[in-house]
């Protein structure tokens, strides 16, 4: 039996919507799968409706970017409740930002000698209020400018790079506790990305319960040390393909890379068990 606890949709910045990514998760022989869309539960509400799917089970995601100056910290929820107030209000605070970010990006944009339509990036971002970089990103390669998405991303959106715009995040620490009011279980994202080991010990100590130790972009090093550092502070290890169906980005479909079912049992137990 396998999981893919990390796995992005339409809803956020993945090229598959809610329900192509189930029926993809069906066919791949998953048991479990986590959405873990960025900043919305879009996705998840959108799985109410329509044909439901017996396997894989599906373990309600979030994945929250936090305020951090010079890292990218990302942080995952859980097996959440996602109709909780505060997480929704903190929800549609982000969506509200990232349209204002976006539009302020394409100005930026403009001022570099890539002039986009604005309008352009919200018709490709649709029903997502997850509007971002990826989109943008797809207007520039639509204009010709760049051949694929990395080279928009390592010349003018990466962070720090000119057409960059830093946008409203909580604390990591603000995260942790939203998560867990909300009932569920916080894991620290794809550590391996971070590039500080120090932010890493910090995040366990703002009280972490979980660490996304199997990621793609993790080297087989990475993972022991890992594996070892969950040991040793009694956290969870979690894993997942952090799949967006990105041609040409590991893994193109779901099943490529996966994780033990096993790894799935604990997230499933309420933290105020």
Known sequence: MTADLHVHTTASDGLFTPHEVMAQAEAAGLTYIAITDHDTFDG??????????????????????????????????????????????????IASDRLERAERMVHKLDGLGYPISYHRVLELAGDTAAVGRPHIAAVLLEKG???????????????????????????????????????????????????????????????????????????????????????????????????????????ERLGQFTVPAALTLPLLRSVHE
């Open 44 to 93: 998840l509400w959108a799985l109410q409706d329509g044909p439901q799917v017996r396997t894989p089970v599906l373990i309600p995601g979030i994945e929250f970017s936090t305020d951090l100056p010079c890292h990218e910290v990302h942080i995952l929820g859980y097996n959440i409740d996602i109709t909780h107030p505060e997480i929704n209000r903190q929800i549609k605070l």
């Open 145 to 251: 400018y760049f051949a694929n998405i990395g080279q928009v991303f390592d010349c003018l959106l990466e962070k720090n790079k000119p057409a960059y715009v830093p946008h409203y995040k909580l604390t990591r620490g603000d995260t942790i506790s939203l998560i867990l009011a909300a009932g569920g279980v916080p894991v620290l994202a794809h550590p391996g990305l971070i590039g500080d080991e120090s932010v890493i010990t910090e995040t366990i100590r703002l009280g972490i319960q979980g660490i996304e130790v199997y990621h793609p972009r993790h080297s087989s090093e990475q993972v022991r040390s890992y594996e070892f550092l969950a040991a040793s502070h009694g956290l969870l290890t979690t894993g997942g393909s952090d799949f967006h169906g990105i041609p040409g980005r590991f893994p």
